[in-house]
């Protein structure tokens, strides 16, 4: 979620920045300039009572150790409490409807980043590799594995739904392979540390990555006492929302983007086995840390 300081103080980059994404800038920020208005205009006021019922309590003492009358003092501080009590309200009603904008507006786009209206228009910064040629009519992965018997789509669908598989023999060993040799080869070979972290978390770290409000719909839910906690799309999740406590100061992570090209096949399945590499540092070193993430 952005700072809502930075918002405030770049609302015209904000709104342009929307635009270049193709979005409308008046119905992602709705009326931000309104409900910010009101929420500091209701905090300085709350501020301001509290000021003046604070000399009224020093000017109380004083009455009472002069043995003066301090009905009009008791009553003053009786309405301001009344007051602040209402002005406090609002401000905590402006400020959960600012965290409500601030929740549906998606990241900027980096000044480098190209604007486009489509696919087409997108610019190869970089190729690694030739793509293999073939005298032959390649298979997709889904039909191959299911030709050799080490994936299957259809039983998944029956027992646990669309987007999900079941492994047989090389399949699985080919995951549990692809996987160790992920982690092996970063964590020895390019510093990287292996996490474990939960594949369950609280809706906080949802909103800190952006998956609430946005993709709730899309999203696992699982009821948990009063609270509710979600099965996470990505283990980029829980360590994204690890910094605060486990990183220096002004420590940020960085991920490298992924596409949002509707794939078939295993690509887009449900599924906590992913390993997702990134790393963190500081906010001027995201874009090297980026380009080797």
Do not use: C
């Amino acid at each position: 979620m952005l700072d809502l300081a930075f918002v405030r103080n770049n609302l015209p980059l904000v709104e342009e920045k929307l635009r270049q994404r193709g979005m409308d800038p008046s119905t992602v920020l709705k009326d931000f300039r309104a409900v910010d208005r009101e929420r500091r205009a209701a905090i300085t006021e709350t501020e301001t009572m509290k000021a003046r019922r604070t000399k009224l309590i020093e000017e109380l003492q004083r009455l009472r150790g002069e043995k003066q009358d301090t009905a009009a003092n008791l009553q003053e501080q009786k309405e301001l409490k009344e007051k602040i009590a209402g002005a406090e309200k609002h401000a905590t009603e402006y400020d959960a409807q600012l965290r409500e904008i601030l929740a549906g507006i998606p990241n900027l786009p980096d000044p480098t980043v190209p604007v486009g209206r489509g696919a087409d228009e997108n610019v190869e910064v970089r190729r690694w590799g030739r793509p293999p040629q073939f005298d032959f009519l390649p298979k997709p992965h889904w039909e191959l594995g299911e030709s050799l018997g080490i994936l299957d789509l259809e039983r998944a669908a029956k027992i646990a739904g669309a987007r999900f598989a079941v492994y047989w023999q090389l399949g699985a060993r080919l995951e549990r392979a692809l996987m160790n040799f992920m982690l092996d080869l970063h964590t020895r070979e390019h510093g990287y540390t292996e996490v474990l972290p939960p594949l369950m978390v609280n809706a906080a770290s949802m909103y800190g990555t952006g998956q609430l409000p946005k993709f709730e719909a899309d999203l696992f839910k699982v009821p948990h006492g009063e609270n509710n906690l979600y099965l996470i799309p990505t283990a980029e999740v829980p360590v994204t929302n690890l910094p605060p406590s486990h990183f220096a100061d002004r420590v940020h992570p960085v991920f490298p983007q992924r596409g949002r090209i509707p794939w078939q096949g295993r690509s887009r399945h449900h599924s906590p086995a992913p390993i997702p590499k990134g790393g963190a540092g500081q906010v001027h070193q995201a874009r090297a840390i980026l380009r080797t993430a």
